[in-house]
């Protein structure tokens, strides 16, 4: 747990029920049932979780835009239930279908939302940052996923806002919007906004994230931040660190007479031609076997990639691999 000194957001023990629905001969179902989870100013916080694990109704609860069933729940300080429209004014929210007016067209709307706001941010500098001006022209309909992405990321700061809900972010992205997203994500943060996201990208949440939670059928299963969550699934492994050790080479190499007795317990393979992974308790003898075989060889490597678990394998392992 970590200390909850001025958290932007704190969620305690949040139950929401649906319906009733006629699927469950009239009853109420239990999609959210005793979620907790804080967040802080400065910091970005992952809540990951599998499909229909409940992020979506647990931040639209916290936003104030579903009204829970039970538990607490304080943004900024305030009862999202409760409150009005000065607490909406100090709150950014970008969801991942934008919900933007398919006719508007980027400037005006920004201008149209930065004047809802007592202390907008320049309109020049964020148009630039997010490189809205390439499109500024078109409707919103005619924008691409990622062009609608950055102008709504756009829309959700221009109010200058102290949290920020960001529901996958790098949805639909190519790779240098997305690293500009990641940058200003980082620059935000670093300058005090509390920021929440909810993705599905493991990478993403392993690069962005201060700190994360898990969640699965309505309730916490893991939280941490990257490093205690990746150390977790080492524990879980008997104490035995397992890590990949991949590399390209020239297709064809005899892995196992690479590492002569070494080998055993390690998994050993050539995914494609020229791709292999050794996977295992890999220790220093290994690393030195195997580059003196290639020094033996004369054989210089293309890519060399060594690591322990990533968040997507404990991931799995917390939330398990059946389909949802
Ligand atoms: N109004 C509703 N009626 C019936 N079921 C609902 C309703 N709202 C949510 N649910 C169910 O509650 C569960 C949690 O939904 P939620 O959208 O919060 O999940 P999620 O974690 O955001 O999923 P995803 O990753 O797929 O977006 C799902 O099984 C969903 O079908």
New binding site residues.
Partial sequence: MRSPESPVLSIEGLIKD??P?AALDGKM?R?VNGVSLHAERGQVTALL??????????LECAQGLQKRSGGSIRLLGEDPDLAGAGLRSRVGVMLQDGGLPPSARPLPLLRHIAGMYANPLPLGHLVERLGIDSFSRSSVRRLSGGQKQRLALAAALIGNPEVLFLDEPSAGLDPQSRQIVFELIAELRDAGMGIIL?T?LMDDAQRLADYVYIIDAGHNVAEGTVAELLQHGEASRDGITERTLSFDAPAGLDLRAALGGLGEGLALAEDRAGSYTVTGALAPEHLARLTAWWAEKGIMPASLRLEARSLEDVFLDISGRDIR
């Fill in positions: 649906v319906g629905l179902l999609v979780g599998a499909n229909g694990a409940g992020k979506t109704t647990t909810t599905h």
